[in-house]
């Protein structure tokens, strides 16, 4: 469900499958849910009766006609497992010694072999394998992490199939899943179906307030013969093809459900449908090393009602791109079982050889993007990724009104990937989470130890962007587009800093000193740090390699942290600082003489003794002026709002 896109035809699409189609599906999740965090691994360990593996012949193939199979028999008194510590996680409850056997930082996989069993009056308890099932297991068997010797496994899977719940037997699988060995971790695949109406009135709401751009699917009944059901969508009489018409909208819904929506966001993956989760508990797949922001909107499940206007602020190239890491998402990591399989493998691989682990960008990006070029690891990128996003740093002390705004304000932004707050009031805590706003984006709070500047250009380890946007508590003004253009013009300058106010230094001859001027010029040597974009690296070196006392100083005199960042990158780059956007007034128009300390006219004229000290340390002046400025295309063309890209730039 959504708004379209060029071609698009918007809907809000809330599939439904058949339980045979669902099966597989789900498995993808329940797959890392209960393999990965290990709960699900331990609701059936057994008691210390165990049966003996260690002569178990080797699994190549899992054959799927239980006829063939060895007849095992289930006592009737033999114990059902015991349940299992749902508190454990993988770093509580998994025995990585087990791992340790090999030298080539390889987990290895046991999988038990294939037998038929039945309870005490020989019936059967399982009904074969599922072609999904007997995927799964042929592609662990024939991969690199298998291995045929139980006793250098460190995760062990039985050759159980429950992916479908339909004829499954809980009571007798988890006799006999209890006989197996208790000092092993499993990796058990387990199902769930059957979708819920919670959220159908909200939709059908939706559909009739923006009827061109939703598309409510229901089930098709009373179907013509030879149209079948699991391919099919209705919307009153009319049939559509499912799930190609996923394809003709740019957003699907994935609502949370009594199976958590798995194949929803299976099929809006396949078809390159933007996912829209909208599904407070649902963790998403693989997680831990996928970058869902790329290719997902992730919304609180209140946001229902506001769907549409949250969707339409999204911008078309955007749009595209997530639609294209959709279906990179789908074909490397979803399409198959075997993959699947190979995935959650590599996965808990690499939690247990960490110093083996792929890079994020092997993990998110295409290999066409991955290695286009070779890259010198001692120089920052040519051009960082888009989909990486900034963090913004506000630095604050006790304007919660102003801070709040400021936080909802910077969250508008496409390209913001985290919130964090500095606290620097060691006063007063700060607020509890009630207060702030609910945002689509991770917020962080720090609270500092001592009240100094310095701290906003620490190298606070929550930043994992290259990109920062350090902003002040009181920078209400700034609009979305001239954040995001002002990122934008980051990712091609990134060694440089990149901002809005700008400022200048000048040679006083009556004095003989350099003077700090904050008058209106068409020059600028400087861009205050109140608002402006820098690569995380800034941080290190103002924080331990800033020369002299210069932080030491500006800590002291609680001023002019942002010049001390103004010369570090322009005395290590030999570069000038970006000012971005027309926009010179920055003063809070809310705000007293006693609410800032740039408020207070002591504060300006030490900003020139700034000047002149740092010189004196660093030995020279760095600073370079320039008479320049970075504006959007068509920022002054008389064409309309939406042929621009950014059409909110905001005036002086």
Not at 356 to 372: D, G, L, T
Not at 406 to 425: G, Q
Not at 610 to 633: Q, T, W, Y
């Amino acid at each position: 469900m959504g708004p379209s896109g060029k071609s698009a035809r918007g809907a809000s699409l809330v599939p439904r499958m058949k339980t045979r189609h669902r099966l597989c599906y789900a498995a993808l999740f329940s797959l890392l849910l209960l393999g990965l965090l290990s709960s699900g691994l331990l609701q059936f360990w057994p008691r210390e009766n165990a049966v003996d593996v260690g002569d178990a012949p080797h699994v190549t193939r899992s054959p799927r006609d239980v006829a063939d199979l060895p007849r095992v028999q289930l006592a009737l008194e033999m114990p059902t497992p015991e349940r299992g510590d749902m508190s454990c996680r993988m770093h509580t409850c998994f025995d990585v010694y087990r791992c340790g056997h090999n030298m080539r930082r390889r987990i290895k996989v046991y999988v038990y072999p294939p037998a038929h069993y039945v309870d005490a009056r020989g019936v059967t308890v399982a009904h074969g394998f599922s072609r999904e099932f007997n995927d799964l297991l042929s592609a662990i068997s024939e991969s690199e992490f298998y291995t045929d010797q139980p006793a250098r496994a460190c995760l062990l899977l039985p050759s159980v199939d429950m992916l479908s719940q339909q004829h499954l037997r809980l009571k007798e699988t988890g006799q006999l899943l209890a006989q197996m060995h208790r000092r092993r971790t499993w990796l058990i695949v387990s199902a769930q179906t059957n979708i819920h109406e919670e959220f159908r009135e909200q939709l059908q709401t939706l559909e009739a307030r923006y009827n061109e751009e939703v598309l409510l699917l229901e089930r098709c009944v009373g179907l013509p013969p030879g149209r079948d059901s699991a391919r099919t969508r209705c919307h009153g009489d009319h049939i559509y093809n499912y799930p190609e018409i996923l394809q003709e909208s740019s957003f699907c819904v994935v609502l949370r459900c009594a199976r958590l929506g798995q194949p929803a966001l299976s099929d809006a993956l396949q078809a390159g449908c933007i996912p829209v989760i909208l599904a407070d508990s649902y963790i998403l797949p693989f997680s831990e090393v996928l970058d869902w922001k790329r290719t997902a909107v992730v919304l609180a499940e209140d946001k229902l009602p506001e769907i549409c206007t949250i969707l339409k602020a999204i911008s078309q190239r955007q749009i595209e791109d997530m639609q294209r890491q959709a279906r990179f998402f789908w074909e490397r990591y979803f399409s198959s079982m075997k993959v699947i399989a190979l995935t959650t493998l590599h996965i808990i691989n690499e939690r247990i050889f960490p110093y083996a682990a792929h890079s994020y960008e092997h993990w998110n990006s295409p290999p066409e993007v991955c290695w286009r070029g070779v890259m010198n690891p001692l120089f920052l990128p040519l051009e960082p990724a888009r989909a990486r996003g900034f963090t913004a740093v506000v630095l604050t002390y006790d304007r919660l009104d102003s801070l709040l705004r400021v936080v909802t304000e910077i969250a508008r932004t496409p390209s913001l990937a985290k919130v964090l707050v500095v606290w620097n009031n060691q006063n007063k805590d700060p607020p509890p989470s009630t207060v702030w706003p609910r945002l689509n984006v991770p917020l962080r709070v720090v609270q500092t130890q001592e009240n100094k500047l310095s701290n906003r250009f620490f190298p606070y380890e929550e930043i994992e962007t290259e990109a920062v946007l350090a902003i002040d508590d009181d920078i209400i003004m700034l609009t979305p587009d001239e954040l995001q253009f002002g990122y934008e013009v980051w990712r091609e300058f990134p060694d440089r800093l990149v901002g809005y106010p700008g400022r200048l230094h000048l040679w006083d001859h009556e004095t003989g000193k350099w003077k700090y001027e904050s008058e209106w010029t068409n020059e600028v040597s400087m861009v205050l740090t109140g608002a402006a974009f820098y690569h995380k690296y800034f941080n290190y070196l103002y924080t331990y390699k800033m020369p002299g006392d210069i932080k030491a100083w500006v800590d002291n005199h609680m001023n002019c942290e942002d010049i001390a960042m103004n010369f570090l990158v322009t005395n290590m780059t030999g570069k000038p600082p970006i000012k971005v956007t027309p926009r010179k007034k920055f003063k809070c128009p809310e705000c007293t003489a006693q609410d800032g300390l740039s408020l207070d006219q002591t504060h300006m004229v030490e900003r020139s003794e700034c000047i002149n000290k740092f010189v004196s340390v660093f030995g020279m002046m760095p600073l370079r002026s320039v008479e320049h400025r970075a504006d959007p295309v068509l920022y002054k063309d008389d064409f309309p709002e939406k042929l621009k890209s950014f059409p909110n730039i905001g005036s002086l």
